[in-house]
């Protein structure tokens, strides 16, 4: 595992952090690997805007759509 120090980090940044992290029941160092993975762990494109760039490009599609005829049904909560 490698080692990260973060030096001249603002009061309010630390503070927050530390209530950040209390919030979600860790330390501060915890908090920051949890922030830190999410942040790395994005992808590069996403996904639906990727498929709708290429479905445009491709002329796109019309689908139709159905009328909803059917009625709700009943729940019984016994």
């Known amino acids: 595992m490698a080692t990260l120090t973060i030096r001249q980090l603002d009061e ?8 950040r992290a209390a919030e979600h ?3 501060v160092e915890a908090e ?3 922030i830190l993975d999410a942040a790395v762990d994005l ?3 996403n996904l639906l805007l990727a498929l709708h ?3 445009s490009q491709a002329g796109g599609v019309d689908l139709e759509v159905p009328s ?3 009625q709700p049904r009943s729940v019984h909560l016994s």
């Not at 309010?12 to 209530?19: D, I, M, Q, S």
């Open 12 to 19: 309010r940044t630390h503070a927050r952090l530390r209530g």
């Open 25 to 27: 029941g860790r330390s």
């Open 32 to 34: 920051v690997r949890a």
């Open 43 to 45: 992808p590069e494109h």
């Open 53 to 55: 760039e290429t479905m």
């Open 68 to 70: 909803r005829t059917d």
